[in-house]
Structures are given as structure tokens and as C-alpha cells.
């Protein structure tokens, strides 16, 4: 099979990754269309021929999550109908993710609820990247291709050459991920202590566990939407003697508030990707880089019937 087979179609807010996508690759964005009518109620329309085609549709469940989740469902269902051979959706950031589990009773584990209605639309594959747990794979039953923001964000920070840096983890709950940060740049590893009272976006850092006296921190995170915890845990890191302060983050998902906090905090730069269209991240103290090159490689791959993985060779599994 040549790339020139592959088909790839952007929904209403992953047009233009999808585009990326397709310039990495070669070839033209598929041409389809999505209207949205007074009563919200959304449409879309696949406008060339993809019988017997694998095709892939790029829509991230970001910041409209359940109007970009509802379109997800529609164009499974486009594809089917119109007799497509197989469908992969490729969600650069899955929403609800943090609905991994049942941890209070009568509460819904609204990721897995997510899996099951986009298998039964039609999904036959689905792609995604930085998953907030990866135990959200075994909620789909079709195959999961999961990639990892890491090496590319890892690329970035060491031609920055910053010297004596940590690597800091938010939480317990990112240590691991933190640690595999911190032996792709070779450099020590510190943790935050964090306690969220209740179902809000506001968590407050009591303690950091590790050396960060004197030295350059990179707080690293799956994503932020408050910006709360960055911040806090920033204002910590400079009571406790650290000098320069970065972040490093797989999805922006900040919100027009986040970033104000951000610019009035003591952070020096936000890195992350554009795995989430996000106009409020369009800040001097925030750095995008495209992961889209990664995701065509990875399609390329899929539907050339060729491994994945050994595209993560060097990084350490979650």
C-alpha cells in the first residue's frame, strides 16, 4: 500500500491537525463538512467517496467535550454507511479521562461509558496520545494505539540546555511518569504533595518531597486546566530555593484564566503540544510544539501493517 491510499478527515475542531497530519504525509485533507444549526444540533457530511477506503478521523474531545464527542459518533456512523472498510479515530486528547474509575459509589466511570459508545458507532481502531491513566485502554475491546507527548517534549528541553535541573511530579499520582522524564534528561526527580478536598479544579500543594535547593525545576503534568496546581506548586518551589521554573505539559487545556495566572506566576515557560486547539494559550510564557508529525508517522504505520511501538523504543513504558 502506498501513503496516497491513506484518507485522513478533520472534524469541526481537529481540522487543522488533521491538515498538519496530511502535509507531514503528503497528500490532501479529505473533504467533508460539519454544521452546527441554531437548536445545537450538529451535522456532518463525508464529500468524496470512501467505499472500501480505511479512513481516520481526527477529533479531539477537548475543550467542547460533549458537542466533540457527540460529533465523533456521527462520523463513525458517515464512514459505515457509506462503506468504508474501516474506521480509525484519532483523539489526540480523549476527554473524561479522568472518569477512569469507580472510587465513590453512584458515580458513573464516564471514560469507559466514552469507549463503549465509539466502538458501537463503528470505531475499529482508535489512536490517542498521554492518556490520563493507561488503564483506559481496557475499557475499548477494538485495538488502542496509545503515544506518548515524551520524547518530543524531552527534545525540546534538553537543546534549552538548562543546567542543574529537577524533574518535579505534581503528586504521588504522576511520580512514575515524572521518572521517566527524568531519566530521558538524566537528571533527578522531586514530588509535590497535593490534596484536592473536593470535585473542583483547586488542589493545594503541602509539601515537596526532594532537593530542589539552587537548582532549575520542570514541573511535568498530562494536562492542566485551572492552572492552580502549576502555579501553587511553583510558588513553592521558589520558597524552597529553586531558581528558574518551567512546566512541561502533553495537552493545553488551560483555560483564558489559567494563562493569566500563569503569566503573573513565577514560571518562566509552559511547554506542551497541540493536541487541543486553544486560543487562550497564545502567550508569550507558552511554547506549542506539533505532535501531528507523530500521529501521520503513526498512521502511515497503521496502515502499512507496521509496528508502532518501535517508535517509543527508547522510552519507558507507563
Given at each position: 500500500?502506498?501513503?496516497?491510499?491513506?484518507?485522513?478527515?478533520?472534524?469541526s475542531?481537529?481540522?487543522?491537525?488533521?491538515?498538519?497530519m496530511?502535509?507531514?504525509?503528503?497528500?490532501?485533507?479529505?473533504?467533508?463538512?460539519?454544521l452546527?444549526f441554531?437548536?445545537?444540533?450538529?451535522?456532518?457530511?463525508?464529500?468524496?467517496?470512501?467505499?472500501?477506503?480505511d479512513v481516520?478521523?481526527?477529533?479531539p474531545i477537548?475543550?467542547?467535550?460533549?458537542?466533540?464527542f457527540?460529533?465523533?459518533?456521527?462520523?463513525?456512523?458517515?464512514?459505515?454507511?457509506?462503506?468504508?472498510?474501516s474506521?480509525?479515530?484519532?483523539?489526540?486528547y480523549?476527554?473524561?479521562?479522568?472518569?477512569?474509575?469507580?472510587?465513590?459509589?453512584r458515580?458513573?466511570?464516564?471514560?469507559?461509558?466514552?469507549?463503549?459508545?465509539?466502538?458501537?458507532a463503528?470505531?475499529?481502531?482508535?489512536?490517542?496520545?498521554?492518556?490520563?491513566?493507561?488503564?483506559?485502554?481496557?475499557?475499548?475491546k477494538?485495538?488502542?494505539?496509545?503515544?506518548?507527548?515524551?520524547?518530543?517534549?524531552?527534545?525540546?528541553?534538553?537543546?534549552?540546555?538548562i543546567e542543574?535541573?529537577?524533574?518535579?511530579?505534581?503528586?504521588?499520582?504522576?511520580?512514575?511518569?515524572?521518572?521517566?522524564?527524568?531519566?530521558?534528561?538524566?537528571?533527578?526527580?522531586?514530588?509535590?504533595?497535593k490534596?484536592?478536598?473536593?470535585?473542583?479544579?483547586?488542589?493545594?500543594?503541602?509539601?515537596?518531597?526532594?532537593?530542589?535547593q539552587?537548582?532549575?525545576?520542570?514541573?511535568v503534568?498530562?494536562?492542566?486546566?485551572?492552572?492552580?496546581?502549576?502555579?501553587?506548586?511553583?510558588?513553592?518551589?521558589?520558597?524552597?530555593g529553586?531558581?528558574?521554573?518551567?512546566?512541561?505539559?502533553?495537552?493545553?487545556?488551560?483555560?483564558?484564566a489559567?494563562?493569566?495566572?500563569?503569566?503573573n506566576?513565577?514560571?518562566?515557560?509552559?511547554?506542551?503540544?497541540?493536541?487541543?486547539?486553544?486560543?487562550?494559550?497564545?502567550?508569550?510564557?507558552?511554547?506549542?510544539?506539533?505532535v501531528?508529525?507523530?500521529?501521520?508517522?503513526?498512521?502511515?504505520?497503521i496502515?502499512?501493517?507496521e509496528?508502532?511501538?518501535?517508535?517509543?523504543?527508547?522510552?519507558?513504558?507507563?
Amino acid at each position: 500500500m502506498t501513503n496516497t491510499d491513506i484518507k485522513i478527515f478533520g472534524g469541526s475542531t481537529g481540522k487543522s491537525f488533521a491538515q498538519k497530519m496530511c502535509d507531514y504525509i503528503g497528500i490532501e485533507l479529505g473533504k467533508s463538512e460539519v454544521l452546527t444549526f441554531s437548536d445545537g444540533n450538529i451535522f456532518v457530511k463525508i464529500n468524496e467517496t470512501v467505499r472500501d477506503h480505511d479512513v481516520y478521523l481526527v477529533q479531539p474531545i477537548g475543550l467542547q467535550p460533549n458537542d466533540e464527542f457527540t460529533e465523533i459518533l456521527f462520523w463513525m456512523d458517515a464512514f459505515k454507511r457509506a462503506s468504508a472498510n474501516s474506521v480509525t479515530a484519532i483523539i489526540p486528547y480523549f476527554g473524561y479521562a479522568k472518569g477512569d474509575k469507580k472510587d465513590e459509589p453512584r458515580v458513573s466511570i464516564r471514560a469507559r461509558a466514552y469507549a463503549e459508545c465509539i466502538e458501537l458507532a463503528g470505531a475499529d481502531r482508535i489512536l490517542t496520545m498521554d492518556l490520563h491513566s493507561s488503564q483506559i485502554q481496557g475499557f475499548f475491546k477494538k485495538p488502542v494505539d496509545h503515544l506518548f507527548a515524551l520524547p518530543i517534549l524531552s527534545d525540546y528541553i534538553q537543546n534549552m540546555r538548562i543546567e542543574e535541573l529537577v524533574v518535579v511530579s505534581p503528586d504521588v499520582g504522576f511520580a512514575k511518569e515524572a521518572r521517566n522524564f527524568a531519566t530521558s534528561l538524566q537528571v533527578p526527580v522531586a514530588i509535590g504533595d497535593k490534596m484536592r478536598k473536593s470535585h473542583d479544579e483547586n488542589a493545594k500543594v503541602l509539601e515537596i518531597i526532594g532537593d530542589v535547593q539552587g537548582k532549575n525545576a520542570l514541573i511535568v503534568d498530562d494536562f492542566s486546566i485551572s492552572g492552580g496546581t502549576l502555579v501553587d506548586l511553583a510558588k513553592g518551589l521558589k520558597e524552597r530555593g529553586a531558581n528558574k521554573i518551567y512546566a512541561a505539559l502533553s495537552h493545553l487545556m488551560l483555560t483564558e484564566a489559567a494563562v493569566e495566572k500563569i503569566e503573573n506566576s513565577p514560571i518562566e515557560l509552559v511547554i506542551g503540544t497541540d493536541s487541543v486547539e486553544n486560543e487562550a494559550t497564545l502567550s508569550k510564557k507558552i511554547k506549542t510544539i506539533s505532535v501531528a508529525p507523530l500521529f501521520a508517522e503513526a498512521v502511515v504505520r497503521i496502515h502499512n501493517r507496521e509496528s508502532i511501538s518501535s517508535l517509543f523504543d527508547t522510552v519507558p513504558r507507563r
